[in-house]
């Protein structure tokens, strides 16, 4: 049966940490109880094994007195004939025996054993001689007890080399612990390491989730869905902000259609101003003297610019509609479409007294003839716009490693490099502004953006240092290798 993951998946990071806290932290203190233990044992078994040993030796020491004893006890017997003498040698053979019961009790087995085995047989049948036949004299007697002594003797050595073993299996031990511990911890290194790493990411991946959802809504890319994995507390972040993105949607789309209305209804009243200028600037209703003339002229210079800010709203009002904006393309004479925008600005930069320098390679290329055209139109309309009385403005357009290059500079008050990454963002505003009455609405550098987008290019500001001016570099891939 398969169980859903999402079953154990934790309610919080805080108890994601404490989970992968504790599955780092267990194997950690498993090997530490454990080796508490080993170590704990060790101490144990060193400490029976010392006391084993010293009690061996002791016990082997002592049945070498004993031995003496009795033998000097059995010897005055059998000259004196002394029943003293021969109870003080029945109650050395009495401590003979507990101390070689003792010994046998330890369970030290092998050789040790029947050397003791041997030496209480060997005993217990020279005590039942001399209390049955005695002996007659007491040099008959020394060969056996000189034959005990050296058994003792023999077993005491057996204790000094039990201690030398013992010695040599505690080492063993030891050793054989601190390379168990040695590899656990080799082996806990990479585990703890790649633990932590899987947690690591575990909890880093829903972070860079949600900062990419954020990004996103920050940098106008609504149109993809939140999604974030991991805890549940990240995940429900993830939800509020996915409503957050609906939401800015929502509001987007309100916005965009407050602008077409209003822009739809600003036309009507513009076109009959703008026709009634024109029958005034034409004479049509009666002769006109100098000045009202001029004033007719300014009144119809400020129509075409209302008339070129209401497009650009119906612009950035279609192209914030549609993810990417149709192309209607044919192939254009790229230096025509330009000369067109530049006469059609030819009026203002002559009431300026810009001067105008251009550097034209014949081109043509295959574009929206349109949108292009409204590029052009904005970038000089900024320049214009920007450009002090007397200023001056270049316009180059060259053909640049198989792509079209168009450059547009000017002598004013230039871009500080604080707006530089925010110049093209819809309806903002940069830091300099132009000291003239008539505000551009911040949106066409922005449309510009989103037009040469659509045909595969960039549009970038060029840093031209202090003073120098703004340059705007629009650069196309060129379809077609025809001049014009």
């Keep these: ?224 869905v939140v999604e974030v994995s991991g805890p549940r507390d990240l995940q429900h972040l993830g939800a509020r902000l996915e409503w957050l993105r609906k939401r800015l949607m929502e509001v987007d789309q309100e916005k965009t259609r407050f602008l077409r209305h209003v822009s739809h ?17 034409d004479r049509v209703v009666g002769p006109l003297n100098s000045e009202q003339t001029e004033i007719i002229d300014i009144l119809r210079s400020n129509t075409f610019k209302l008339q070129k800010l209401i497009e650009n709203l119906l612009n950035f009002s279609t192209t914030t509609q549609a993810s990417s904006p149709r192309l209607k393309t044919r192939e254009v004479d790229m230096k025509v479409l330009m000369e067109e925008v530049i006469r059609d600005h030819r009026p203002t930069i002559k009431a300026k007294a810009v001067r105008l320098v251009t550097q034209l390679q014949p081109l043509r290329n295959k574009v929206d003839e349109d949108k292009i055209r409204t590029v052009m139109d904005n970038l000089l309309s900024n320049a214009v716009k920007f450009t002090p009385v007397g200023g001056c403005i270049w316009i180059d357009m060259k053909k640049e490693q198989g792509r079209l290059v168009l450059d547009v500079r000017d002598n004013g008050p230039g871009i500080d490099s604080r707006d530089r990454k925010n110049i093209f963002e819809a309806f903002y505003q940069g830091r ?38 703004a340059h705007i570099r629009v650069v196309l891939p060129l379809t077609t290798n025809s001049r014009a």
């Excluded at 330890?106 to 085995?117: D, E, K, W």
């Excluded at 101003?273 to 600037?281: G, H, W």
């Excluded at 003239?436 to 987008?453: A, D, F, M, Q, T």
């Design 265 to 281: 209804e600003l036309k009507t009243p513009l076109t009959a101003m703008r026709e009634s200028a024109e029958l005034l600037r």
């Design 432 to 469: 300099r502004q132009t000291d003239s009455h008539i505000k551009g609405s911040g949106l066409g550098l922005s449309i510009s953006r989103e037009y040469v987008s659509a045909h595969y290019g960039s549009i970038a500001v060029i840093d031209t240092g202090r003073g120098g001016g």
């Design 1 to 224: 049966m398969i169980v859903s993951f999402q079953r154990f998946r934790p309610r919080s990071t805080r108890r994601v940490i404490l989970y992968g806290f504790a599955l780092v932290a267990l194997p950690l203190i498993a090997a530490l109880v454990y080796a508490a233990m080993r170590v704990d044992h060790l101490a144990e078994q060193s400490q029976s094994a010392v006391h084993q040993a010293a009690q061996a030796i002791h016990n082997s020491q002592l049945l070498g007195e004993q031995i003496k004893a009795m033998e000097r006890a059995a010897r005055q017997y059998v000259v004196l004939k002394d029943d003293n003498l021969l109870k003080a040698y029945r109650q050395s053979h009495a401590e003979f025996r507990v101390t070689a019961r003792n010994l046998s009790i330890m369970s030290l087995g092998g050789v040790y054993q029947q050397r003791i085995n041997y030496l209480v047989e060997a005993e217990k049948e020279l005590f039942g001689q001399l209390g049955k036949k005695g002996y007659d004299s007491s040099e008959a007697l020394a060969p056996r007890f000189r034959e005990l002594a050296n058994m003792a003797t023999g077993i005491q050595a057996d204790s000094n080399r039990l201690i030398e073993q013992e010695v040599a299996a505690m080492r063993r031990t030891a050793t054989n612990a601190q390379q168990f511990l040695f590899w656990v911890t080799v082996a806990l290194v990479p585990f703890t390491l790649i633990t932590a790493g899987l947690y690591t990411l575990f909890i880093s991946r829903s972070i860079r989730q949600i900062e990419q959802a954020i990004e996103n809504l920050g940098s106008s890319k609504a149109e993809r």
